[in-house]
T-cell receptor, first 117, second 117 residues
Framework: GAVVSQHPSRVICKSGTSVKIECRSL??????MFWYRQFPKQSLMLMAT?????????EQGVEKDKFLINHASLTLSTLTVTSAHPEDSSFYIC?????????????FGNGTRLTVT | AQKITQTQPGMFVQEKEAVTLDCTYD???????LFWYKQPSSGEMIFLIY??????QNATEGRYSLNFQKARKSANLVISASQLGDSAMYFC??????????????FGKGTKLSVKP
């Protein structure tokens, strides 16, 4: 089955620093990747849609300058949380869509738990 | 209005019994897909089952089946012979339209299932 690898799984950083999260599709090419944020005991909230070779599309209310997304290849997308603050602490999870498979499920990474102190 | 509604925040089921998790959806599209995911406490999102809007048969995958009632716009997940390992959050999700809005899934708020020994 399709595998998406997300690193790191946990990160603790100090306020004001930046954190990069990587999302890789290991055995398929992902033209589109999605970044979600999940608060405790809540659902997944889409942050942005990332297409290979083009700028990401951000959802309303998501600061594009704070959450930088780069989709440099068909197998790699990165999310950088810039100048992190404690309110950015959350669970971030990426997912990838297999090219040409409209009715296929999104394949998710295992998520990254970010804690900003 | 919410696109995906899961009215059961929490459910309990006795081990080896069947349980139904409710999901209703709202869309004006003729083409759409419905998905169920399981999220254990570790955080990963595990795809369980898919139902397309044009599928005439209810989807089944092992112990999982989807009770699809198109006129009622409901897509309930049925788990048969519950196991302790089924304890997790369960999310219903939908992808709309032919192009699927680039493939994004809209998630419900989830149902926390607890299986009792």
């Amino acid at each position: 089955g399709a595998v998406v690898s997300q690193h790191p799984s946990r990160v603790i950083c100090k306020s004001g620093t930046s954190v990069k999260i990587e999302c890789r599709s290991l055995d398929f090419q992902a033209t589109t990747m999605f970044w979600y944020r999940q608060f405790p005991k809540q659902s997944l909230m889409l942050m942005a849609t990332s297409n290979e070779g083009s700028k990401a599309t951000y959802e309303q209310g998501v600061e594009k300058d704070k959450f930088l997304i780069n989709h440099a290849s068909l197998t790699l997308s990165t999310l950088t949380v810039t100048s992190a603050h404690p309110e950015d602490s959350s669970f971030y999870i990426c997912s990838a869509l297999d090219r040409g498979s409209y009715n296929s499920p999104l394949h998710f990474g295992n998520g990254t738990r970010l804690t900003v102190t | 209005a919410q696109k995906i509604t899961q009215t059961q925040p929490g459910m309990f089921v006795q081990e080896k019994e069947a349980v139904t998790l409710d999901c209703t959806y709202d869309t004006s599209d003729q083409s759409y897909g419905l998905f169920w995911y399981k999220q254990p406490s570790s955080g990963e999102m595990i795809f369980l089952i898919y139902q397309g809007s044009y599928d005439e048969q209810n989807a089944t995958e092992g112990r999982y089946s989807l009770n699809f009632q198109k006129a009622r716009k409901s897509a309930n997940l049925v788990i048969s012979a519950s196991q302790l390992g089924d304890s997790a959050m369960y999310f219903c999700a939908m992808r709309e339209g032919l192009t699927g809005s680039q493939g994004n899934l809209i998630f419900g708020k989830g149902t926390k299932l607890s299986v009792k020994p």
